[in-house]
């Protein structure tokens, strides 16, 4: 999902940009607020932005014949919420645009908005529905990480077909081209990341529920259930 | 154990199709889908040149990118492994 240097013209890249800067700032608040309120949470926070680190530095093949990675934003997502998520997002980006030449400087606001802020909040949309409608954790889990993961790759698209309208039929027909590469190419990948965030998530319930319990993210009647269950 | 079971079940599956798309279409590169999407870029607009270039550094060779790539996963590797074990361990302790 990385846009290269130099690949979005203006005004694109800074419109991004403008949507994106809002909520790092935002995030850094809140970031800042949860590391001097809690700071107990702090390795967790840290355990989050590594799964986002490890996920997205694996690049796996895809049915297409072509490889692309998972974004392992959405852990992040459910646990801290989206806002919180995008500064974890941008660190990771900044990390490949520095070193490995992958996204870039000017297409940061871009790729931060696909990964950081829009599969975020699919993410944590989708894990508030579900546990609000009583369906098994775990798989509300699956469900929310696998779409934010999709979805990133299909924001990707619209940027991208945004930028570059084909000549015949606009905007409409590039999104079908490019989304003909990155959603079909991460299907089989946002499978594989929902399903593994779900046992990651298991081994959180293991070890440190009552951080779950305290960030909101479960209640502590589901703990206990989820925790019977393990044992 | 079901969720582990689920999950190397899944992992087969994966496996297995990358075994099966290869044998399919043995032509399949496996490059990259954001090299490929530049490719639909340059189809759309063949006169677009990136108007700015690679501001970074620039791996050298694809060794030397796989290098950073696989620091990358150790980092975050070794941040998880480093914190389930404490938290395990204390509440072990506790």
């Known amino acids: 999902m990385h846009i290269s240097e130099g690949f979005l013209p203006g005004p694109w890249w800074w419109i991004w940009f403008a949507i994106s800067i809002p909520v790092i700032f935002f995030g850094m608040y809140r970031m800042n607020k949860l590391i001097s309120e809690r700071r107990e949470l702090l390795p967790l926070l840290a355990v989050a932005g590594a799964f986002i680190f490890v996920l997205s530095s694996l690049k796996l093949p895809s049915v297409t014949g072509s490889c692309s990675h998972p974004t392992g934003t959405g852990m992040a997502a459910i646990l801290f919420g989206p806002a919180i998520t995008a500064v974890l997002g941008t660190i990771v980006l900044l990390y490949q645009a520095l070193f490995l030449a992958h996204g870039g400087f000017t297409t940061l606001g871009a790729n931060v908005a696909s990964m950081g802020i829009i599969g975020p909040v699919v993410a944590y949309v989708i894990y508030k529905a579900g546990m609000k409608a009583n369906i098994n954790f775990y798989v509300v889990v699956f469900l929310a990480t696998a779409f934010a993961d999709w979805a990133t790759y299909v924001v990707t698209s619209i940027q991208l077909a945004l930028a570059f309208p084909a000549e015949a039929g606009g905007a409409m027909a590039s999104f079908q081209l490019f989304a003909g590469i990155f959603a079909m190419t991460q299907v089989p990948l946002a499978i594989m990341e929902g399903a593994l965030t779900a046992l990651v998530f298991k081994y959180i319930v293991q070890v440190k529920s009552d951080a779950l319990v305290e960030l909101k993210v479960i209640t502590s009647e589901t703990a206990e259930k989820l925790r019977g269950v393990v044992a | ?94």
């Open chain 2, 1 to 94: 154990m079901k969720g582990e079971l689920i999950f190397v079940a899944l992992v087969v599956l994966f496996a297995a199709s990358f075994f099966y798309t290869m044998s399919m279409h043995p032509d399949s590169e496996f490059g990259g889908a954001d090299g490929e999407a530049e490719g639909v870029i340059a189809e759309i607009n063949p006169s677009y040149e990136p108007w700015i270039g690679n501001l970074g550094f620039e791996p050298p060779s694809g060794e030397i990118e796989s290098l950073l790539f696989a620091l990358q996963a150790a980092i975050g590797a070794v941040v998880i492994g480093y914190f389930f074990g404490y938290y395990r361990g204390k509440g072990q302790s506790d």
